[in-house]
């Protein structure tokens, strides 16, 4: 039994490839709700656009939003009043810093963020809440063949278990 989980444990290792990012979805909830939007792309992104203080992610299929076909997602750093917008200029929603890391090296943070019309005053534009999908099916089978081994190396230790008895 110990030797089938660990070959099926190298199979697994030796027939794994890397997996794909996994998939962010951003849901913004504005106050106005002609300016509800949605859209998604990979949480490790490659920025088109990239300086010290914001990055475009290009073609983004934008659902929602009235009167603006997006093109571009601009996300921004604390230092350029965070938040994002939508092709450059046409629509600002500023807060927090939603990624962590570089511009050019980026993590997007999960979350509910509340966002602003301008830096912070009392005139809330809505909220973005930014969560990821249910886990690749790689990662589940990799999960469940460790639970297989660990359950079966338990079992042939407890089987193995030798009881001596000696009489003085």
């Given amino acids: 039994m110990q030797e089938f989980v660990f070959a099926s444990a ?28 949605s859209w998604s792309f990979d949480s490790n992104p490659n920025p088109g656009l990239h300086s010290d203080e914001f990055f475009s ?29 939508f092709n450059s200029t046409a629509f600002d929603a500023l807060g927090p810093q939603l990624f962590t890391g570089s511009t050019a090296a980026l993590t997007f943070s999960e979350g509910i963020f509340e966002l602003y019309s301008d830096n912070g005053a009392s005139r809330p534009l809505g909220t973005l809440t930014i969560s990821s999908a249910v886990p690749e099916p790689a990662t589940w089978a990799m ?10 190396t338990l079992r042939n230790a407890r089987r193995k278990q030798n009881v001596e008895v000696s009489y003085a």
Avoid: E, K
């Fill in 10 to 37: 190298a199979l697994a290792l030796i027939g794994s490839s890397p997996a794909n990012a996994a998939q962010l979805f951003f849901d913004f909830d504005g106050i106005d709700p002609t300016q509800n939007a």
């Fill in 57 to 85: 992610i290009f073609s983004v299929s934008v659902i929602g939003l009235d009167g603006i076909a997006a093109r571009s997602v601009n996300f921004y750093t604390t230092s350029a009043w965070g938040g994002f917008n």
């Fill in 143 to 152: 999960m469940l063949i460790g639970f297989l081994a660990v359950g079966g």
